[in-house]
């Protein structure tokens, strides 16, 4: 796949490109943030047009390619693009790799099959085989996960082969879901860093490569400890919503929110990792049966799998019931199998009241809203990332632990 290779310093950074646009600059709203003053905040954008990829400066903002100023021009494997002159000194780099060399692929047409039907798609250079073999980690029947160390840089990654790929459309969902996942990394999710489609022993299969968080589960602190303080329990829940707030921005969701896919860092922050099951939201139609997610944290709908397509809904339901875990010791529903969890999901969650619990009744208002059984009933993530920052703030908590 085409990757923006980002030099700031001694450690580069990849930036998958798939879909879409890449928006580079030093502001906020930027795909691609450099560490450069010099640079405006939207200061230049790679877009994909009839199947070349296009760079061009954003509201009369110019942009350097392999030292000529350019207005706008597409990109080749091996161009040097910087955002400020050349002659200023030292600057941020941006090298363009594209691993599908110059694959044309007409508008319209389907991604993942020209990648599938290009001669780099089997070059192990092109793969997830690029990382070398690094340290076995298991995992589910359907992921094989290594942790390596990236090349020419002391970060380490975990590098995934997912399951197969059964059509083209599915491998355009994965190369788009890539592309939502990558860019300007929230600090409450797991930096994505490459990925794409590559051969296996029944055809293509899916793969990615996520940073490593360094940390401690947050499933087996809640097992060490139980229930966290409230304080705690609060910042590492707005972390996580924050994250999710973002990710259902970029139109995707998570679908397996819950304590084992939190780490909670050194510094005291939740970040969500795993994103193996994330998918699209406009491609939950084809998410086909059976079930995904969490014991004790599935939302009803998603364990129905299948039968009605996934919303954004069911990482709000995830979240508030990692919240009831914070809080309480234990999710919302314990059933030991599908239909005992799906039975009390599908029930209004127990008030943390009546399990004990005294939690202050805009805190446990805003969580049992999120638990509601009918998707529609519950808040998007931003408005539950708010209702815990009234909480949080009327309750006067701070950020002691």
Same mark, same amino acid.
């Given at each position: 796949m085409p990757v923006a290779m980002l030099v700031q310093g001694r450690r580069p950074r990849r930036v998958p490109i798939v879909h879409g646009e890449l928006r580079l600059g030093r502001g906020v709203d930027v795909d691609l943030r450099v560490e450069d003053e010099r640079a405006a905040p939207l200061h230049a954008r790679i877009h994909l047009r009839s199947g070349e990829y296009f760079l061009g400066g954003n509201a009369g903002e110019t942009v350097y390619v392999n030292g000529k100023r350019v207005p706008l021009m597409a990109l080749r494997h091996g161009d040097e693009v910087r955002l400020v002159e050349p002659e200023l000194g030292d600057a941020t780099t941006l090298v363009f790799e594209n691993r599908l060399g110059e694959a044309y692929v007409p508008p319209g047409a389907s991604l993942a099959a020209a990648w599938m039907a290009h001669p780099a798609f089997r070059d192990e250079r092109h793969g997830p085989g690029r990382y070398g073999p690094g340290q076995a980690l298991g995992g589910r029947d359907r992921a094989r996960c290594r942790l390596v160390r990236e090349e020419g840089s002391v $970060? $380490?990654?975990?590098?995934k082969v997912l399951g197969p790929v059964r059509s083209p459309q599915a491998g355009d969902d994965h190369l788009g879901l890539l &592309?939502?996942?990558?860019?300007?990394?929230?600090?409450?999710?797991v930096p994505v860093v490459d990925g794409g489609l590559a051969p296996g022993e029944d055809g293509p299969v899916r793969w990615s490569a996520t940073a490593w968080v360094e940390g401690t589960c947050l499933r087996d602190?809640?097992?060490?400890? /139980?229930?966290?303080?409230?304080?705690?329990a609060l910042r590492l829940l707005r972390d996580l919503a924050s994250g999710i707030t973002w990710l259902h921005a970029r139109g995707a969701i998570h679908r397996d929110v819950s304590p084992a896919n939190v780490v909670v860092t050194p510094t005291g922050h939740a970040v969500l990792i795993d994103p193996g099951q994330a998918?699209?939201?406009?491609? &939950? $139609?084809?998410? /086909?049966?059976g079930v995904v997610g969490t014991p004790g944290y599935l939302a009803p709908e998603a364990i129905l799998g299948g039968q009605a397509p996934l919303t954004p809904a069911v990482?709000?339901?995830?979240l508030a019931a990692v919240g009831y875990a914070l809080f309480t010791g234990r999710p919302p529903a314990t059933g030991q199998d599908v239909l005992e969890a799906l039975?009390?999901?599908?029930?209004?969650?127990?008030?943390?009241?009546?399990? /004990?619990?005294?939690?202050?009744?805009?805190?446990?208002? #805003?969580?049992?809203?999120?638990? #509601?059984?009918e998707p529609r009933s519950r808040p998007n993530a931003r408005q539950l990332e708010r209702n815990l920052a009234f909480a949080e703030a009327s309750l006067g908590l701070g950020d002691d632990s």
């Open positions: $970060r $380490r990654l975990l590098v &592309t939502a996942l990558s860019g300007a990394p929230h600090p409450a999710l602190r809640l097992a060490e400890e /139980g229930a966290l303080s409230p304080a705690v998918l699209l939201v406009e491609a &939950t $139609r084809a998410q /086909g049966p990482d709000v339901y995830g039975a009390q999901a599908a029930a209004p969650a127990t008030r943390p009241r009546d399990l /004990g619990v005294d939690l202050p009744p805009p805190l446990e208002a #805003a969580l049992l809203e999120a638990l #509601a059984p």
